[in-house]
């Protein structure tokens, strides 16, 4: 994140320096803002799909734990032994548990610094029951099937919101592709041949500032609406970051390349 903002900001000076008024100096600062955006869009994109695996596979985790503890198996066993099946970026985090408890690290320990590492929604609303049911004296592995059951309508009421909004994020590539269109027929069939004529060409931009015009315009467009997106579709602005790289580019291109 720093190597990519630092970066940005070299490329940002050196276009200051270097080509500042040219048509070039918008290349480079749009290069400036995808090299600055462009490694948090993957990070954040790679943190979400591990979140969800875990989160994913928390109800088959829990339902595991239940039939070992019917079978008369101890809790940290259950865990150990859960360790060694395939659940995913769960399986890493279960090994970690594991050796943890062996090592001699209690239970409620070993849940908290399992809360600490994943860092999910469903985590923070699970364990510290699991903690409280281990206080009351209770016995805990009760927990674990409603708690998996809670899990599972929790992941369920989350897809039906992705396909709900999934649509919403869709209309934002939509628009921007409209966007792009008109722009593109809009300068072909308008400003070139309208500027082709000097008596009214004076009452318009010349073509390069146009094209200028245009190029700031969708700048704003991708990152902005995919920012947008973001937050409609996975309900954080920085989920984003991806879908304003993807129209960054695609503007550019279409742009350089049609306009």
Do not use: C, N
């Not at 270097?18 to 993957?42: C, K, M, N, Q, R």
């Not at 921007?176 to 931009?205: D, H, N, P």
């Amino acid at each position: 994140m720093v190597v990519s903002v630092s970066l940005a900001v070299i490329v940002i000076m050196t276009a200051s320096l270097t080509l500042s008024g040219s048509p070039l100096f918008d290349e480079y600062i749009l290069l400036a803002v995808v090299i600055a955006i462009f490694p948090s869009a993957v990070l954040d994109y790679i943190d979400y799909r591990w979140k969800k695996s875990v989160d994913e596979h928390l109800p088959d985790l829990f339902q595991s734990i239940v039939q070992a503890q019917e079978s008369g198996i101890a809790l940290p066993k259950a865990i150990e032994d859960a360790s060694k099946r395939r659940y995913g970026a769960l399986t890493v985090e279960l090994k970690k548990m594991a050796s943890q408890m062996s090592w001699g690290m209690s239970f409620e320990e070993t849940l908290r610094s399992f809360t600490e590492r994943v860092d999910t929604k469903l985590t923070r609303q699970a364990v510290p029951l699991i903690i409280e049911a281990s206080h009351s004296g209770g016995r805990v592995e009760r927990i674990f099937e409603p708690l998996g059951r809670f899990v599972e309508s929790t992941l369920m009421a989350k897809r039906e919101r992705r396909a709900q909004t999934r649509p919403y994020v869709a209309i934002v590539y939509v628009a921007f592709s409209v966007f792009l269109f008109t722009i593109i027929m809009l300068f072909k069939t308008f400003f070139i041949q309208m500027g082709e004529l000097s008596v009214i060409e004076l009452a318009l931009l010349p073509s390069e500032e146009t094209r200028r015009l245009y190029f700031h315009m969708s700048f704003l467009q991708a990152l902005f609406g995919g920012l947008v997106a973001g937050k409609m579709g996975e309900g954080t602005m920085s989920a984003g970051l991806k879908h304003s790289v993807i129209l960054l580019v695609v503007g550019y291109l279409s742009l350089k390349f049609l306009m």
